[in-house]
């Protein structure tokens, strides 16, 4: 069975076509959380978990997945993982090993088109796609690795320092503080409808955050049609990620 989180698609695009490629199945972790899953048999065999990574680490649905004991007690004999970032995964696959209580058998980065357009402007359309065509052909690689119960880490010291510096800060910027929707908003109710874990709700025709919920995902700013959601007024001029506009 593969376990995925996705914000803007990137995560669930590269579960989807591992579990195709390996014959299994795979499950979003936020539906299991909100009770939207029906029954998914997936290979027993084999445990895949494939998320982005948020500075240097884990989001934090996955390490509370991840730590559950019904998940860490019931793992396939072997357990691999896929990181989807914007440049490096650093040592989050570290950090999943922790929530498990045990050592990856297979663990890689797999650099995909950024969506932390809250922190910079993310990349033009040509390259995000130019970016997803070469992730595209390193995942048929990654599920012939599965197949074939490749063991290998990616994470060195380099990573190991990159996610000690940077993880704590994803507690502090996880805020939904600067999140508001401007007077572009159609109270279409889109946002409130994407949100993976139910972090939003339509309050008299507008969006309000509920902090504690969000994992910072970024869906709702990325994929507003009206492109209404800011955080901050810096994002006011940044373009928007979705590998669901680029397709
Ligand atoms: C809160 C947050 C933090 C991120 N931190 C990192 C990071 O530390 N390193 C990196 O390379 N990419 C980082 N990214 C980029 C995402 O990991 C990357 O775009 C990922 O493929 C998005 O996956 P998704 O589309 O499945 O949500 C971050 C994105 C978000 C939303
Ligand atoms: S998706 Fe955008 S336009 Fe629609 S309700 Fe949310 S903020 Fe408003
Ligand atoms: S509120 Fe926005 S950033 Fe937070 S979890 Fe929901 S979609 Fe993601």
């Known amino acids: 069975m593969i376990y995925y989180f996705s914000g803007t698609g990137n ?13 299994d199945r795979c ?55 896929v990181i989807t970032c914007g440049a490096m995964s650093a040592a989050a696959d570290l950090r999943l090993e922790q929530a ?32 997803l065509k070469n992730a595209d052909g390193k995942l048929t690689g990654i599920a012939d690795r599965v197949l074939r119960r490749e063991t290998h880490r990616e994470t060195g010291a380099k990573g190991k320092i990159a996610t000690a510096f940077m993880y704590p800060f994803y507690n502090i910027f996880r805020t939904t503080f600067f999140f508001g929707a401007d007077d572009n908003c159609s109270s279409c109710g889109l946002c409130e409808k994407i949100c993976p874990v139910d972090a939003i709700k339509m309050i008299r025709g507008r969006p309000e955050w509920i902090k504690n919920k969000c994992q910072h995902c970024t869906a709702c700013i990325n994929t507003c049609p009206r492109d209404a959601i800011q955080f901050t007024p810096l994002t006011k001029n940044r373009d928007r990620y979705s590998i669901f506009k680029l397709k």
Do not use: W
């Open 100 to 131: 498990l209580g045990r050592q990856l058998d297979l663990s890689i980065s797999l650099k995909m088109p950024d969506n932390y357009i809250i922190a910079y402007n993310p990349s033009s359309k040509e390259e995000a796609l130019q970016t």
């Open 11 to 23: 995560s669930k695009y590269a579960a989807e076509k591992i579990a195709r490629l390996t014959g």
């Open 27 to 81: 499950v979003n972790i936020a539906a299991i959380y909100k009770g939207t899953v029906g029954s998914v048999v997936g290979r027993n065999d084999v445990t895949g978990f494939v998320f982005p990574v948020y500075y240097g680490g884990l989001p934090e649905i996955v390490k509370r997945f991840a730590s559950h004991p019904e998940i860490k007690n019931n793992l396939a004999p072997y357990v691999f993982a």
